[in-house]
């Protein structure tokens, strides 16, 4: 798997003609989710303009400040045959980028664009309407190629690596802080570039689902939520949560642990093509709601995951977009008792032509160490 199948050339063109479909006259692309998906290149987010411009015909080209023209060039974008066009301090790279767009009357900014960035573009296209670029995108991100299914497997593989190792951090006397940069250490000696978050929960923390770290002190007995993440050097990310306990937990909480497993098991297995996204929620949510627990599943059940953590689509009631092969998102149940404890269990799946496949193979069930 290299760049090239992750980053193909033939995107530009798809996005091009999406482009054209929906109805812009061109995407503006500055650093970010979007423009890594489109070109493949991770540029830096600077006050610098850097920005892909795709026309909805035409040629595409890159605002590229002169300083990052080599890191440009020696990126995966140098590949789309597009125009690379430097610009120097003393010159107005919006005006310039404007100037050959001529007067486009609706144009797509990234959904990541600066503030800074948005307005500048607002002022040299004066009566030109802005949306979002992922008003284009969301068709294409959302449908996994076969390399991008791959890439998000090696991700998977990876964090699994670090549950493994979980155990061996977790014990009584640790505060959450010591554990998480253990985790931390453990993400990036996997394979991944970069560590996007690490939650360890315990005791009456596990109630909170994005709790950070602390200082707390994990106690004999309590149960731990350890929710973690980070990206691969191919841009592709990895998400799974799995809850342990520090010796045997309070029975309620090994009772609704149950329930949990359950709930969870369900949703992956309401996978399917042409099954709502809300109906994989409904699966989940309705087993906790049915134990009694309803009111402590406070949030959705899943996101969507490929170059960022949470993407579409989001599997949450209302959503009644039908699930297609190459649908890549998180299954992740929680049931959350303020002031106690609270448990997730969470799986990267992918929608396949007849039913699914899970991205993580650590157990479910709850693991005492």
Known sequence: ?????????????????ATAKAGLDALLLTPGPDLRYVSGY??????RLTCLVVPASGEAFMMVPRLELPAAEASPASRLG?????????????????????????????????AMSTLRFREVLPGT????????????????SPAEVAALREAGE?????HRRVPELLRAGRTEREVARDIAEAILASGHATVDF????????GASPHHDVSDRVI??????????????????????????????????FAAYYE???????????????????????????????AAGYGEYFVHRTGHGIGIETHEEPYIVSGNGEPMEPGFAFSVEPGIYLPGRHGARIEDIVVCTGDGFERLNTTPRELVVV
């Open 42 to 47: 991770d540029a830096k987010p600077l006050e």
């Open 198 to 205: 690490v939650i360890v929960a315990s005791g009456p923390n």
């Open 1 to 17: 798997m290299t760049s090239s199948d992750l980053y193909p050339v033939s995107r530009l063109a798809a996005v091009q003609e």
């Open 82 to 114: 597009l125009e690379f066009v430097p610009w120097d301090e003393t010159d107005d790279p919006y005006a310039m980028a404007a100037a050959r767009l001529g007067r486009p009357a609706k144009v797509g900014l990234a959904d990541r664009m600066w």
């Open 129 to 144: 309407e802005q949306v979002l670029a992922g008003s284009v995108l969301r068709e294409l991100r959302m449908r996994k």
């Open 219 to 252: 106690q004999a007995g309590e149960p731990v939520v350890v929710d973690i993440g980070g990206q691969l050097h191919n841009g592709y990310c990895s998400d799974s949560t799995r809850t342990y306990s520090v010796g045997e937990p309070p029975a309620e």
């Open 158 to 162: 990876a964090i699994d690596s670090v």
């Open 259 to 289: 329930v949990l497993r359950q709930a969870q098991e369900a949703a992956c297995q309401a996978v399917r093509p042409g099954v709502p996204c809300e109906s994989i929620d409904a699966a989940a949510r309705d087993i906790i709601a």
